[in-house]
Structure formats: structure tokens, C-alpha cells
């Protein structure tokens, strides 16, 4: 199967001063269609910049990525940001919902910047936050909601635009062991049902464990990879 | 001590305002002294966030700069209409109709203050006005149109309060004029502004035609010196015989007077000791049999300016009691927006303070005192910077109403200045400064964590 | 010195200068974003949705109020401002007749310093122009113009003891009724031939002047009575005579609403100007005023100045002009406050909300949509602050004034009761000034708000 994801000899550095700090260092990496991939390593391995660089946030400094049938890493910024909304799905640590604004119209905001009517948007943004199991919530601000909550309408947020990959960083950090646990349950649902293709940084091994494969990463380089493929597939 | 620097001291000592601003200065520098290090961390925390202290005080030196502007005007009104009560001067003007005009022949019988019985008091000094207004040219065009004050030269000094404070280089050179227009009656002196609208340098010689004597053209008038600035700027002074002789020449020309002849005495001003012998005049005056026609009336000089202030009454009211008030309304906000921005950023901050054993007052005080330190300086600063550049630079503001010259920032804006700042900011931090003072320790640590 | 004071005003123009140019520039790019946000709501293009600005106004309430609260007292005082002179842009329109010509003496520009000799002018009755009544009279009205200074009746001590009061002297107040189109109120009657009556309740037989008084003076008299207004009836004293009330002007929004007319040749005596000062003759139409003007003007002997009667009191403007412009500097000055206000309110949004412009940002909203959103924000607080002002400003309407007309030229002027007038104009006057402020005050956060990087404010 042809890869969604193929970033070949990837670098990145960043200058501090005088001095040059190299995050990535020619890194290559495939990840397929409806892949669940974790990324580990300690912290400065890169992980994260990894994951940005996949999810168009940053740009290399040098080598190529691909996402789809779209090469990213030449792509403007403004480009990046339209692509972004069709194409990728954030999840993040800290949730980052807008504050304001109740748990619909937090999922509903990326389907304003696509060409769809107010029907469609309502359909998609129910049918999302179904899907995380927050019907019930729809006009709750992301103040009266737990942790575990919020981060649900977080998911709910990154699938709504049926986006081609999700990334997820730490998407369990701030959470607690049980509410940690559903949302990994709802990352896998997604995964299987849907057939979604997720990239996740996490330094919590329960949470590496879900993933179908794993990636170490240490000083911008591929260290290791575990493939758990049996691992999820046994019962 | 130098005589001047005695004198400012003393007028200066005379206002409880001053005595009062002085003395708040004084315990706010002992205030200062005591508190150093609070002082530190205020000027840090001003210095924090350098583009809001900058708002802050360009919007409070704008505003203190408009506040200063309508004052000046306003105070310049209140002045000349505050009734005196020793060393005034009292107008006689023509009783009914405006504009006023009298024969010159009632200026005899005022110099004596209508005396007519033993006992009956005179007024100490007397200074009769005649207007004269001409232009350059005989086709009358108003671009070079000159108003002159027709008096006697020997009055000028002694009655006109215009030129008490001039310094003494200017003082000279006028007593030197004087003395020139006295030898030579065709000589006229003329006010700055009026000298660069028609365009003309000292020394030069201008024919006049009038508009209001009509017929009464005077030629070979030499432009012999310039008046010292102030509210004459915009006129002319002529010797009153240059006047008087031509009309009484154009009688003898047209074997009948002109028509104005009888009509030519505009205002007497009578140098008044006391209210009582006011008094006294204003009955002798109104008694007398030698005012019949035109009958005359005489009032103190600021019932007379009150009354033409009246036209202008509700502006003035507007100016005074909705203007003013606004700015420092929204200068106030403006301070409040920014204070209580500031606090709610701090309130870690704050918070720590609290912890490492600030009392809630302090902490308060702190909040309350950036703000008022923010306010009394940009205050101050644009204080000063309006009476520069009003004073200085504009030669005073220009505002349309009635016939005032420019008006002049008075030096009491620079104590103005800092109190406006000073206060709007402090109404304006009350608020920000208690919620400051309420922080709750256990909550902000509990909303990080 | 002056090389100080040049220095001085080289800072000041120099300084102003720039200003005016950022200022022009924020203007330009204020108005084009304008534009832009109009494109989306039109949903040509895509924005933020407006409940995301609504509700962060809403949830820091304290200082939305206080800034919005900026612009109120602002835009409140503008718009009473501009009522104090649009009253008097609308009293000197309509003062006066496009028909009717104003002759004045040669040489005078006000009808104060003017004076006509009766005897050599009388000529104007048959004046050809002028148009007859149905009893084949001609409708020309005779009349002498008075400021007179009076004491006022139970003055305040210690307050103002004098004002002046106009008074004009006619010789058929009916036919000068007809030339001005002016009526009197239901239950009063024009002063007799005799222009005096009996004074009521006097036993010496004393004559009371009769006049007539146009409804601002008659409010004025009133209040030195301690009623509302003076009625048909009433006497006041004026110039050791007594004066009694015989009708009232319909003379609202005209310059005779400040007047007291009485008889002719009674004012001219006492107050010793015998001659008219005035004379005003009622032509067919707009085009043989103009003519009848510039023919008196030119032709007629004795000289004299003769102008269409609404050019004469459009003159008048002169101060009105200086009032618009004071009136427009204060308030762009106070404006200075309510910028600084919403700049100081919209910096520290932009800085709490760091967090929402990165999360927008990595969802796919551009730069453009981020600066537009708080743009907006920012025209919201001052939609509201101006909104609020405009109905506070609105409640002058209609509340009496008295000020000064004057062709501005230095001294003359008359003062005239008026009303104050809000107008549609007026009203999206403040709006407008008040989105302007917010404008301003709103590019330089928004432009600030464009400028977070996404993945740092996440940090």
C-alpha cells in the first residue's frame, strides 16, 4: 500500500547565537494509510518538532514531506494554514480549547473556513461529537467540563473536517489515569472504525501501547521501533 | 533676595491653592523618602510594560492639554468679571444704546466725577476712549482693516493694566513712544499682529480712510513703534487731538459738523479707590442734570464685561460644567482600563507579595500610587509644554468670543496640570487598586497549579 | 529666545506632521479593513464567527463597560455639541425670505450700525419690485433695530445685573408680520397706532408701551418673573418705562424669536435713534429679489446696501463656523482618550488571548482573519460606547439655548434664543466619529494580534 506519509532526509535546526542547535537529522520515515503510530523519546529528541513538521506547522530546513499527494515542505505559509484545515486533525496536551466558546461551536470552527452550508456544518459537528460520546454537552463551555470532557471535544474538534491524518501531542498528559484511558479507547475506536490515519507523541508507555507501531527517537534520530501490530491484534 | 523673586513669592503664597499643592508636594516627597523601596518596585512595574505607561500618560497629557486650554479661558472670564473692591475702575458708557457713543464734552464734566455740590468726590483718574476704524485704501477692502483706540498718550501707562507686567526693556521703549506720539501727533503705534496683516514695517508712513467717521480720511501717519504683546495686538493707538482736530477741521470745511461730531466719545474709564466712593460717584452720576442726551450709565468694568459674556452664557456653561467634567471622565476611564489591566495581569504577582508577608494596604497603596505617579507627571509635563507652546509659540488661543484678545495660558497651569493628572488617575485606580488589595492568595495559587 | 521658539515650533509642526500622516495612513488601512469585514459578512469571505468577539466583551464585562463607557462621554458630548451649532446653522437658514430684499445703509454689514435718513429714502414705497397686498398696498416694512442694556429685573446679588435686549421699532407691525411671515399666537393682537395703553392698575394714569415678543425673550422676561414665560397681559419694566405684552411671535427657529417689538417712533426717542435702520421689502419671487437687490444696490440714490434677506442672515455664520470647528477639535482631542482606551483595552485581550489566536491559527484561519476578528472586537466597544452616547446626545434635542451670530469679523453680533436640534445627521455623525475612534484604536492591537506565532503562544 502506498504510504499517507512519507518524509524523507529530514533536517532541522534551529540557531541559537552563534551556535547551531540540529533538532532532526536526516530522518526517514513512512507511515501508512489507518496506521496508529506512537512517537517516543526523551525530551529534545524531537519528537515534537517531528510532529509539527508533519502537521505543516513548521517548515524543514531541509529535505522533503509528504502528506497524501501533496509535498508540504515547500509549501507557503498561507498554503500550509488552508491545507491544515482540510487535511489535518490536532489534538492537543492541554486541550486548547477557546474558552468562550460552548463544546459545538469549539468542534464547529474549522468547517467555517470550508465551503459548507449551515446544514452540513450542524450534520458534521453532531455527528463528531457522537462519535466522542458528547451529545449531551453540546452547549457546555469548556469550563464546565472535566479534563477527560474537554479533551473529547479536542478529538471531536480534529476529526470534524474528516481530515487525511490526526495528530496528537500528549493527548493524554493532563489527564488522569481514567480519563486517560477512555480517550486512548476513543483514539483506537477511531483508528479501527474509521480508519484514520494517527500520529501521536507521548512519553506515557500505556499510551504507546495502543499504537500499532512505535518510533524511539533520540538527538533528530530514529532509534528503535516496536511493532506492536500483533500486539493489538491479539484479543 | 531679589525684588521680583520677593514679590512672584509673596503673590504666589497669597492663593491657600498654592499653599496647599506646595504642601502636598512636600509630604509626598517625605512620603517618597520613607518608602524607597515601595518606590523601586513601582517605577519596575511601570517600566514593565512601557507601551501602557506610554498610553497611559499620552492620553493623560492630551487630555490635561485641552482641560488646561478651557480653563485658561474660563479663569481669564472669571477674572475680569470678579467684582474688586479696592483700586478699580469703573465705565461710563452711554445708558440705553450699544454701541455707546457721547459727546465729547461729557469727559469734562466725568473728570470731576459730576461734582456739582461740597462734599461730592471725584474719580482719582480719568481715560476717555474714541474708536477710529480705517483701512489702507479708499475702495475700504477689510483685509487691512485698522481699529485704533483714540486716547491721550499720557494715559496709557498710568490706566491700562495691559502693560503693568511688561518687562522693563518693553516699558521703555513704550515710555519712548509715548513720548514720541505726544511730540508728533501723526505718529500712531500699533499692535504685533495687526503690523504683519497690513504688511507694514515700523517707520513706514499709511493714509487712512475711515469707515466709521466717514469723511474724516487721515493722511502721513507714521507707524512709529509696536506695541508690547497682549490684548492690544490686534490694534491700533492714536493720539485723541488727531482725531478731534480733523472732525473739528471738516466742521470749518462743510460749515456744519459732521454727523458723528456730537457722537464721538465711545467709553470713560474712572481709576476708582474703594466701593464707597464708587458709591457715592455712581449717584452723582446718575443724579446729575448733565447727562440727559444721551443719557449715560456707569458700571464697575467686569459688571460691564459680564454682561457681554451674557450672550455667551450656555457656552460657557457647557464649557464649564460638561466639558470639563467629560474630559476628566474619560480620562479617568481611560486610567481605570489600564490600572485594572495591569492588576489582573499581576495578580501572581500580587499574590506572592501577599505571601512573602505584605499587608493588603501596602499593596494597594502600590497600585494607587503608580497610577498617581503616572498622572501628576505626564500632568505636569503637559502642563508645562501647553504654556510653552500656547504662550510662546500660538501667542495664545484663539477663541471666538466677544471681543477678548488671544487667551493666555496663566503660570497657575503648571500646578493645574499636575493635580488634574494626579486626580483623575487616583479616582480612576480606586477600584483596580481595591480588587488589588483583595487578592486572595490560596485562590491564584490554586488557579496555577 | 526665538531661536528656542523656532526650534520650538519646528518640533511642534514637525511632530503634528507625522501624526497626521500615521494618523491618514491608519485611516486608509482602517477603512480597508472595513471593507473587508463588510466582504465577510456579505460571507463572500470567511471570518471567525462574531459570537467569539461577542462573548469575550461579554465575559470581561468590567472593562468593556469602562471603555465602551469612554466612547459614550465622548461621542454624548459630540452630538451636543453639534446640536448647539446645527441650532444655529438652522435658526440663520431660516431667518430670513428668499423673496424679501434687506436694504441697510451704504457701507453697513449689520443692521446695529446702520442707519437710513427718512427723508430722502421714502422713494422705496413706490419702488416697482415690490409686491402689493389685496388692498393695494405695497409689502415693504419699515424698521429700526435697538440693543439696548438693561438691568435685569430682580437680579441675583452677586450675580449678573445687566444684559442686553434687542428691540426693534416698526411703523405697522401687521405689514411686517405679512413681510416676515411671521403670525402671532392665538389671543394676542399686534400694538395699536398709538402703540401705548392705559397701564393697568396704575392711579397717576401712567402709559404702558404696548409690544409684541418673540417666544425666546418672552421665556427669558419670564424667568426674571419666576414664570415660565410672559403672556398677553404682562408688563415689564424696561428703561424706566413700563411695557405690557400684547402678543406673541410664532417665532420659533428665527432670529425674531429674540426680539421685542414696539412702536417706531416711541423706541426711537427714548432710546435715541430716530431714524430706520431697516427697511425690508417683499419682491414676487426668488429671482426679482435677487434682481431688486443688486438694482438697489447699484442704482437706487441715496446709496444703499441692498441684499436677498437669507444671504444677509446666511452671513451671520461666521461664528457658528468658529463654534463647528471648536466644537470638532474638542472632540477629536477627547477622542485621544477613547483610542487610548480601547488600544490599552485591546492589547491586553490580544495578550490573554494568545492562546486562542494559536489554536485559530493551527486550525487554518490566516493572519488576515485573525487581524479582521479583533478589528472587529475592537469597532464592537465602540459601536456600543457610541451608541449609548448618541441616545444620552439625543435627549438635548429640543432644549433651549441662547448664544451669538455674527459674521465673525470682530464685535456686532446679536444674540438669539434657539433650540438645540439632533438630526438623523447628527446622530450617524457620532456613530461614524465613534467607529472611527475604534478604528484607530483598533488597528494597532489587531495588527499586533496577526503578528503571534502559533506554536510559541501554545508553549
Known amino acids: 500500500m502506498e504510504p499517507i506519509v512519507e518524509v524523507h532526509d529530514l533536517h532541522k535546526y534551529f540557531r541559537r547565537g552563534?551556535?547551531?542547535?540540529?533538532?532532526?537529522?536526516?530522518?526517514?520515515?513512512?507511515?501508512?494509510?489507518?496506521?496508529?503510530?506512537?512517537?517516543?523519546?526523551?525530551?529534545?529528541?524531537?519528537?515534537?518538532?517531528?510532529?509539527n513538521l508533519i502537521a505543516g506547522l513548521d517548515t524543514p530546513s531541509r529535505g522533503i514531506i509528504r502528506v497524501g499527494d501533496q509535498l508540504i515542505s515547500g509549501m507557503s505559509e498561507g498554503k500550509?494554514?488552508?491545507?491544515?484545515?482540510?487535511?489535518?486533525?490536532?489534538?492537543?496536551?492541554?486541550?486548547?480549547?477557546?474558552?468562550?466558546?460552548?463544546?459545538?461551536?469549539?468542534?464547529e470552527l474549522p468547517l467555517l473556513l470550508l465551503p459548507l452550508s449551515a446544514s452540513q456544518r450542524r450534520q458534521q459537528v453532531t455527528t463528531a461529537l457522537d462519535l466522542v460520546g458528547l451529545s449531551d454537552r453540546l452547549r457546555h463551555r469548556p469550563g464546565q467540563l472535566s479534563g477527560g470532557q474537554q479533551q473529547r471535544v479536542g478529538i471531536a474538534r480534529a476529526i470534524v473536517t474528516d481530515p487525511t491524518l490526526i495528530v496528537a501531542d500528549e493527548p493524554t498528559g493532563d489527564l488522569d489515569a481514567r480519563s486517560a484511558e477512555e480517550i486512548l479507547n476513543l483514539l483506537g475506536a477511531l483508528q479501527k472504525s474509521l480508519h484514520k490515519t494517527i500520529v501521536m507523541v507521548t512519553h506515557d508507555p500505556r499510551a504507546a501501547a495502543r499504537a500499532a507501531r512505535v518510533l524511539h527517537l533520540d538527538k533528530g534520530r530514529l532509534v528503535g521501533e516496536t511493532d506492536r501490530q500483533s500486539v493489538v491484534h491479539s484479543p | 533676595m531679589p525684588h521680583y523673586l520677593d514679590d512672584w513669592l509673596m503673590a504666589f503664597l497669597d492663593s491657600p491653592w498654592n499653599v496647599i499643592g506646595v504642601a502636598l508636594f512636600l509630604f509626598g516627597v517625605v512620603l517618597a523618602y520613607v518608602w524607597a523601596p515601595y518606590l523601586r518596585l513601582i517605577f519596575k512595574s511601570l517600566r514593565r510594560n512601557p507601551l501602557r505607561t506610554m498610553l497611559m500618560s499620552a492620553a493623560t497629557m492630551k487630555l490635561v492639554?485641552?482641560?488646561?486650554?478651557?480653563?485658561?479661558?474660563?479663569?481669564?472670564?472669571?477674572?475680569?468679571?470678579?467684582?474688586?473692591?479696592?483700586?478699580?475702575?469703573?465705565?461710563?458708557?452711554?445708558?440705553?444704546q450699544i454701541p455707546s457713543q457721547m459727546p465729547l464734552s461729557y469727559e469734562r464734566i466725568l473728570q470731576d466725577g459730576a461734582a456739582v455740590k461740597p462734599g461730592d468726590v471725584k474719580p482719582q483718574n480719568i481715560m476717555s476712549w474714541q474708536f477710529y476704524g480705517a483701512t489702507l485704501d479708499a475702495k475700504k477692502s477689510r483685509e487691512n482693516l485698522i481699529f485704533?483706540?483714540?486716547?491721550?498718550?499720557?494715559?496709557?501707562?498710568?490706566?491700562?493694566?495691559?502693560?503693568?507686567?511688561?518687562?522693563?526693556?518693553?516699558?521703555?521703549?513704550?515710555?519712548?513712544?509715548?513720548?514720541?506720539?505726544?511730540?508728533?501727533?501723526?505718529?500712531?503705534?500699533?499692535?504685533?499682529?495687526?503690523?504683519?496683516?497690513?504688511?507694514?514695517?515700523?517707520?513706514?508712513?499709511?493714509?487712512?480712510?475711515?469707515?466709521?467717521?466717514?469723511?474724516?480720511?487721515?493722511?502721513?501717519?507714521?507707524?512709529?513703534?509696536?506695541?508690547?504683546?497682549?490684548?492690544?495686538?490686534?490694534?491700533?493707538?492714536?493720539h485723541r487731538d488727531r482725531?478731534?482736530?480733523?472732525?473739528?477741521?471738516?466742521?470749518?470745511?462743510?460749515?456744519?459738523?459732521?454727523?458723528?461730531?456730537?457722537?464721538?466719545?465711545?467709553?470713560?474709564?474712572?481709576?476708582?479707590?474703594?466701593?464707597?466712593?464708587?458709591?457715592?460717584l455712581a449717584d452723582q452720576i446718575g443724579s446729575s442734570s448733565s447727562f440727559t442726551d444721551p443719557a449715560v450709565k456707569m458700571e464697575t468694568a467686569s459688571s460691564g464685561i459680564a454682561a457681554f459674556l451674557d450672550a455667551y452664557r450656555d457656552m460657557l456653561w457647557g464649557m464649564r460644567w460638561l466639558l470639563v467634567p467629560a474630559i476628566l471622565a474619560v480620562l479617568s476611564l481611560v486610567m481605570a482600563t489600564a490600572i485594572s489591566i495591569s492588576v489582573r495581569e499581576r495578580r501572581t504577582e500580587m499574590a506572592v507579595l501577599k505571601v512573602l508577608g505584605f499587608g493588603p494596604t501596602p499593596i494597594m497603596l502600590m497600585v494607587l500610587?503608580?497610577?498617581?505617579?503616572?498622572?501628576?507627571?505626564?500632568?505636569?509635563?503637559?502642563a508645562c509644554g501647553t504654556w510653552l507652546v500656547i504662550n510662546k509659540v500660538m501667542g495664545g488661543l484663539r477663541f471666538p468670543i466677544a471681543f477678548f484678545p488671544p487667551f493666555r495660558v496663566p503660570l497657575d497651569a503648571l500646578w493645574w496640570g499636575p493635580m488634574i493628572g494626579g486626580l483623575t488617575a487616583l479616582v480612576g485606580s480606586i477600584v483596580p487598586a481595591w480588587s488589588a488589595r483583595s487578592v486572595r492568595v490560596a485562590q491564584v495559587f490554586a488557579k496555577l497549579a | 529666545m526665538s531661536i528656542l521658539v523656532k526650534i520650538l515650533l519646528i518640533l511642534v509642526v514637525g511632530f503634528g506632521g507625522l501624526i497626521a500622516v500615521a494618523v491618514a495612513l491608519m485611516l486608509l488601512l482602517g477603512c480597508g479593513l472595513t471593507l473587508v469585514l463588510?466582504?465577510?459578512?456579505?460571507?463572500?469571505?470567511?471570518?471567525?464567527?462574531?459570537?467569539?468577539?461577542?462573548?469575550?466583551?461579554?465575559?470581561?464585562?468590567?472593562?468593556?463597560?469602562?471603555?465602551?463607557?469612554?466612547?459614550?462621554?465622548?461621542?454624548?458630548?459630540?452630538?451636543?455639541?453639534?446640536?448647539?451649532?446645527?441650532?444655529?446653522?438652522?435658526?440663520?437658514?431660516?431667518?430670513?425670505?428668499?423673496?424679501?430684499?434687506?436694504?441697510?445703509?451704504?457701507g453697513a454689514t449689520e443692521e446695529s450700525v446702520s442707519s437710513l435718513g427718512y427723508g430722502d429714502?421714502?422713494?422705496?414705497?413706490?419702488?416697482?419690485?415690490?409686491?402689493?397686498?389685496?388692498?393695494?398696498?405695497?409689502?415693504?416694512?419699515?424698521?429700526?433695530?435697538?440693543?439696548?442694556?438693561?438691568?435685569?429685573?430682580?437680579?441675583?446679588?452677586?450675580?449678573?445685573?445687566?444684559?442686553?435686549?434687542?428691540?426693534?421699532?416698526?411703523?405697522?407691525?401687521?405689514?411686517?408680520?405679512?413681510?416676515?411671515?411671521?403670525a402671532l399666537h392665538p389671543g394676542g393682537a399686534w400694538f395699536t397706532q398709538a402703540g401705548v395703553q392705559p397701564l393697568p392698575g396704575s392711579t397717576t394714569g401712567e402709559q404702558a408701551v404696548q409690544v409684541v415678543l418673540g417666544e425666546g425673550i418672552a421665556r427669558v422676561l419670564g424667568t426674571d418673573q419666576g414664570k415660565p414665560s410672559l403672556e398677553v397681559g404682562d408688563v415689564f419694566p424696561m428703561a424706566e418705562r413700563q411695557w405690557i405684552v400684547v402678543g406673541i411671535l410664532q417665532s420659533s427657529g428665527s432670529t425674531f424669536d429674540s426680539e421685542i417689538w414696539a412702536k417706531q417712533q416711541i423706541v426711537g426717542e427714548k432710546f435715541g435713534k430716530p431714524s430706520y435702520s431697516t427697511v425690508v421689502l417683499r419682491t414676487a419671487d426668488t429671482d426679482a429679489a435677487r434682481r431688486a437687490a443688486q438694482d438697489l444696490s447699484d442704482n437706487f440714490k441715496p446709496a444703499v446696501a441692498a441684499q436677498v434677506e437669507t444671504a444677509y442672515y446666511e452671513k451671520l455664520n461666521g461664528t457658528n463656523q468658529s463654534f463647528l470647528y471648536a466644537a470638532l477639535a474638542v472632540a477629536s482631542v477627547m477622542a485621544l482618550g477613547g483610542v487610548l482606551g480601547v488600544m490599552n483595552t485591546m492589547f491586553a485581550a490580544i495578550s490573554q488571548r494568545q492562546k486562542d489566536i494559536g489554536v485559530l491559527r493551527i486550525l487554518g484561519y490566516a493572519r488576515w482573519q485573525i487581524l479582521e476578528s479583533f478589528f472587529l472586537e475592537s469597532l464592537l466597544l465602540a459601536l456600543i460606547g457610541g451608541a449609548i452616547g448618541c441616545l444620552l446626545g439625543w435627549m438635548v434635542d429640543g432644549w433651549s439655548a441662547s448664544s451669538i451670530i455674527s459674521s465673525g469679523s470682530g464685535g456686532g453680533g446679536r444674540s438669539v434664543v434657539f433650540k438645540l436640534v439632533v438630526d438623523s445627521k447628527i446622530l450617524l455623525g457620532g456613530l461614524a466619529f465613534s467607529l472611527l475612534m475604534g478604528n484607530i484604536g483598533g488597528l494597532l492591537p489587531a495588527l499586533s494580534a496577526m503578528r503571534v506565532r502559533p506554536l510559541e503562544s501554545l508553549r
Open chain 2, 148 to 238: 485704533f483706540f483714540c486716547v491721550d498718550p499720557a494715559k496709557v501707562l498710568p490706566m491700562m493694566e495691559d502693560f503693568r507686567d511688561i518687562s522693563d526693556q518693553e516699558r521703555a521703549d513704550l515710555e519712548d513712544a509715548i513720548r514720541a506720539v505726544q511730540e508728533d501727533k501723526r505718529r500712531i503705534i500699533l499692535g504685533r499682529d495687526c503690523l504683519r496683516r497690513i504688511n507694514k514695517q515700523v517707520g513706514e508712513r499709511i493714509s487712512l480712510f475711515s469707515i466709521n467717521y466717514l469723511g474724516i480720511d487721515l493722511d502721513d501717519c507714521e507707524i512709529y513703534a509696536t506695541l508690547p504683546e497682549g490684548r492690544l495686538t490686534l490694534f491700533g493707538l492714536m
Open chain 3, 38 to 106: 463588510l466582504l465577510q459578512f456579505l460571507g463572500v469571505l470567511r471570518r471567525i464567527p462574531l459570537g467569539y468577539n461577542l462573548r469575550n466583551l461579554f465575559v470581561r464585562w468590567p472593562t468593556t463597560l469602562l471603555t465602551a463607557l469612554a466612547f459614550t462621554v465622548v461621542v454624548s458630548l459630540l452630538v451636543m455639541m453639534l446640536a448647539f451649532v446645527n441650532g444655529l446653522f438652522e435658526l440663520t437658514q431660516a431667518s430670513g425670505q428668499t423673496v424679501n430684499v434687506l436694504v441697510l445703509s451704504d
Open chain 1, 18 to 51: 552563534s551556535e547551531q542547535i540540529d533538532v532532526l537529522n536526516g530522518l526517514n520515515l513512512e507511515v501508512a494509510e489507518g496506521e496508529f503510530l506512537a512517537l517516543m523519546g526523551p525530551s529534545g529528541s524531537g519528537k515534537t518538532t517531528l510532529l
Open chain 3, 121 to 182: 429714502i421714502t422713494t422705496l414705497n413706490q419702488y416697482p419690485a415690490i409686491v402689493k397686498d389685496e388692498k393695494g398696498e405695497p409689502l415693504i416694512s419699515w424698521e429700526v433695530y435697538l440693543v439696548v442694556n438693561q438691568p435685569i429685573q430682580n437680579a441675583k446679588p452677586g450675580g449678573q445685573q445687566r444684559r442686553f435686549l434687542q428691540v426693534r421699532g416698526l411703523m405697522d407691525p401687521a405689514r411686517t408680520g405679512r413681510v416676515h411671515n411671521i
Open chain 2, 369 to 382: 500610587a503608580e497610577a498617581v505617579l503616572i498622572g501628576t507627571v505626564s500632568g505636569f509635563v503637559s
Open chain 1, 80 to 107: 500550509l494554514a488552508a491545507w491544515r484545515t482540510r487535511h489535518v486533525g490536532f489534538v492537543f496536551q492541554f486541550y486548547h480549547l477557546l474558552p468562550v466558546l460552548t463544546a459545538y461551536e469549539n468542534v
Open chain 2, 243 to 280: 482725531l478731534n482736530n480733523a472732525l473739528d477741521a471738516y466742521e470749518r470745511k462743510n460749515g456744519k459738523p459732521h454727523p458723528l461730531a456730537r457722537k464721538s466719545l465711545n467709553l470713560v474709564w474712572l481709576q476708582i479707590p474703594d466701593t464707597v466712593t464708587y458709591g457715592q
Open chain 2, 65 to 96: 492639554l485641552s482641560i488646561i486650554s478651557i480653563w485658561s479661558v474660563l479663569w481669564l472670564l472669571d477674572l475680569v468679571t470678579t467684582e474688586r473692591t479696592k483700586d478699580f475702575k469703573a465705565i461710563v458708557t452711554e445708558r440705553w
